[in-house]
């Protein structure tokens, strides 16, 4: 029997079965593209696949399924967005953007709610209910745990 070992050896052959021939950096502009181009663009945009030379691995062709109004702003700022992308990835893996118009475009997943304010003195017994356990990081869990059932 093998003892723990890293998920990076492993990675690929797991996620490549999900993202198929598209590969991991496609699996890295799906799931941070608002990060990367910002809600602006990523509102409006979606990455449909990442297309590479044959044999290569950079100067890819990013095809992305934009809305019409979209379009005009994204030709201007295709410079910023290809930078901004290659900045993600740390080298030069997008060389250019091709432009897809119609069909739905896929919107980010919505945010968690912030959870409400509770009153000082909740917040109060919840600390003094939770002095009593020495584990620092036993005890910052305990609060979290009060506060989200005293919240709702």
């Known amino acids: 029997m093998q003892g723990p070992q890293r ?7 797991i996620a490549g079965k999900a ?14 593209w608002a990060s990367i181009v910002g809600t602006r663009l990523a509102d409006q945009t979606s990455p449909l696949k990442l297309v590479f030379p044959k044999g290569r691995r950079e100067e890819a062709v ?7 109004p979209a379009a005009l702003l994204l030709q201007h700022e295709e410079p910023q967005v290809l930078e901004r ?3 993600f990835f740390g080298w030069r893996a997008v ?6 118009h119609g069909g739905p475009v896929l919107k ?16 109060a017994e919840i600390a003094a209910r939770a002095a009593q356990v020495e ?3 036993l005890r ?3 609060e979290r745990l009060g506060r989200a059932i005293a919240g709702g």
């Open 135 to 137: 584990n620092e990081e």
């Open 140 to 142: 910052a869990a305990l």
């Open 95 to 100: 060389a250019r953007l091709k432009l897809v």
């Open 108 to 123: 980010p997943p919505p945010k968690a709610p912030q959870p409400k304010r509770l009153p000082d003195a909740v917040e």
């Open 19 to 32: 993202l198929g021939k598209h590969g991991l950096a496609f699996g890295a502009l799906l799931t941070d």
């Open 7 to 13: 998920i990076g050896r492993h990675l690929s052959t």
């Open 62 to 68: 990013l095809h992305l399924r934009v809305s019409s």
């Open 85 to 87: 992308i290659n900045a």
